[in-house]
């Protein structure tokens, strides 16, 4: 996907999904993967496909989920729905909620997915109450 080869991309997230159904945390992993692939792809919906699915195989509340579905909710412009997912990111994780925490957790993303990040976080910050903004 990064060498500009979106086709061989799908095609080898296909044959290492394939090869690891029998090993639930490779294939978890291998889909939480490929939806970071597919969101850069711009294949948003897809990209969350597959985040659920990681979710359902992990069995548990992944610490990934909250501002992943966040992120995706926002880029599809479901406005409303990543606000509320990125408050439970910040009650799982208050320093998501600070601009140098948010900042941090952002540091290594791709550039399109920091701006969708930042865009979320802006909104965010403008339905705190007054008082309680960070």
Known sequence: AEGDDPARAK?????ALESSLSDEVLHR????SRGWVNYDLGSTDLALQDWRKAEALHGGRPYWV???YALAYWTMGE???????FD????ATPAWGHDDGFEQKIKYWRPRQQENMR???SEWK????VGIRP
């Open 88 to 91: 439970s990111t910040v009650d």
């Open 29 to 32: 992993n291998e889909l939480w």
């Open 11 to 15: 095609r080898d997230f296909d044959a």
């Open 126 to 129: 403008q339905r705190q109450p």
């Open 79 to 85: 406005k409303a729905l990543a606000v509320q997912w």
């Open 66 to 68: 909250t501002y992943t």
């Open 119 to 121: 865009g979320l976080f």
